[in-house]
């Protein structure tokens, strides 16, 4: 079988005026289907542009992506789009919530693109809710909501489509130490329910929790390692299934 994300030889150059920036330099990467990776690295390394290729936010200059076996430079813009909501699920560092509306509504928004009767999106939103511990707080807006909370909504949203890859980019970055902490755990237990995880961070003690963590420099893969990953336990009403 196929890795679920394969890139090889992928470089990204970006131009600022008369000026060839490369932000990623010959990334060859396989991630198997049901792994958890951390993506390691400091500012302007080059994880965030490697995220943002992986997630079909942006294409290579140079080699190729694949993702599930399918060529993704190939694809027109519907597609791509396609693809992101149905296969890629994103979990953002500031959450990205529309703020007048409940986390209910929230959660199903990638629902609306697919022509779902409105009681169908609202069980489906009801059952993400509940799988990361929100359900009695369907209804609350996400000022009523504190920042972990707001986050769990961001990863209802993100898993309401059941994707095959959830990306996840500095998702603690805006948490307490605590929160951040439950916030791993469930994506560890969104990941023994069979979701692939792969995780942008720049916290040593976050990408620990990680099965496997890769470090960036200057558009580079320069260590990959496989680890015994830091083991969190959900708390209480948590659960990857309903």
């Not at 890769?214 to 558009?219: E, F, W, Y």
Request: charged share 25%; hydrophobic share 45%; aromatic share 4%.
């Amino acid at each position: 079988m196929a890795p679920l994300i394969q890139l090889e030889r992928v470089d990204r150059t970006y131009r600022m005026g008369e000026v060839l920036v490369p932000a990623l330099r010959q990334v060859s990467l396989q991630i198997e289907a049901g792994e958890f990776v951390a993506i390691m690295g400091a500012s302007g390394s080059g994880k965030s542009t490697l995220m943002n290729i992986v997630g079909c936010l942006d294409r290579p200059t140079s080699g190729r992506y694949l993702l599930a076996g399918e060529e993704v430079g190939r694809l027109s813009r519907d597609e791509l789009a396609r693809i992101r909501n149905r296969t890629v699920g994103f979990v953002f560092q500031h959450f990205n919530l529309l703020p007048r509306t409940s986390a209910l509504e929230n959660a199903e928004l990638p629902l609306l693109y697919a022509n779902l009767p409105a009681q169908e999106r609202r069980q489906r939103a009801l059952e993400a809710l509940r799988r990361v511990g929100l359900a009695d707080r369907a209804g609350h807006a996400p000022n009523r909501l504190s920042g972990g909370e707001q986050q769990r909504v961001a990863i209802a949203r993100a898993i309401i489509n059941h994707p095959l890859l959830v990306l996840a980019d500095e998702p603690t970055g805006a948490l307490d130490t605590r929160t951040s902490l439950e916030v791993m755990a469930l994506f560890q237990e969104l990941n023994r329910g069979g979701i692939t995880i792969v995780l942008v961070t720049h916290e040593a003690d976050i990408g620990r929790c990680a099965g496997r963590q890769l470090t960036m420099r200057d558009g580079r893969i320069i260590a990959d390692v496989r680890q015994a990953p830091a083991l969190l336990g959900a708390p209480e009403g948590w659960g990857a299934h309903p």
